[in-house]
């Protein structure tokens, strides 16, 4: 019997109180309101490559390449560049290879090598024009890759559009981001023409 009574005050108790907020309701009192929607969190993604900001230490300017810095040159070349979220073993590759999106149908994979001396001990072990293992007549890629190797990074372009192919190589050509902390080259005086 005490439960039964129980349970009757208690749905007193909830009529009680929302009669109580409609009525502050009514005088303009606060509380009326609904509840917010609690905060949804995004998704936590690895490895999102972005565009270093000046000082960034996520994203230090060290001299050799990171991801960070590959997407802030290629999107400044005039490219559309995005990561495809995946990455690709190589078996005779060291690093894993990071996928990227160039414009709407071509692709680039990306090898981060931890510095240049590891690159180039493995780089003589190559064909550096298929990017396949010395000997190898049968190649691993669809199609033949543009490869282009700067610092510590090897970079194979897959794409039909020679004009693309040239602006990625000549991006990645330019160089790694040089540390902060590193003189700015000085132009050389124009040439006067007699």
Known sequence: MLRA??????????VARAGL?????????AGCTEKPAPPVNPPVVADVPR???PGDSL???????KSCALVDRIVKAGLAFKPADDTVQ??????RGIRYKVGRSASLLAFFYPDTASLSAQWKTLDT??????????????TLPEVVRSENLIV???STDAQQR?????????????PASAPVPQSMPASVVR
């Open 5 to 14: 009574l129980g349970g009757r005050f208690s749905v007193y108790r909830k």
């Open 129 to 142: 024009l298929r990017l396949t293992p010395k000997g190898d007549t049968i190649g691993a890629w669809p």
């Open 51 to 53: 565009a270093p900001a």
């Open 59 to 65: 994203c230090p300017r060290d001299g050799l390449w």
């Open 156 to 158: 194979a372009v897959f």
């Open 166 to 178: 040239e602006r990625v190589r000549l991006a990645i050509q330019a160089g790694a981001p040089h």
């Open 90 to 95: 190589v078996p005779y590759l060291t690093p």
């Open 21 to 29: 907020l409609a009525g502050l309701c009514g005088l303009g009192m």
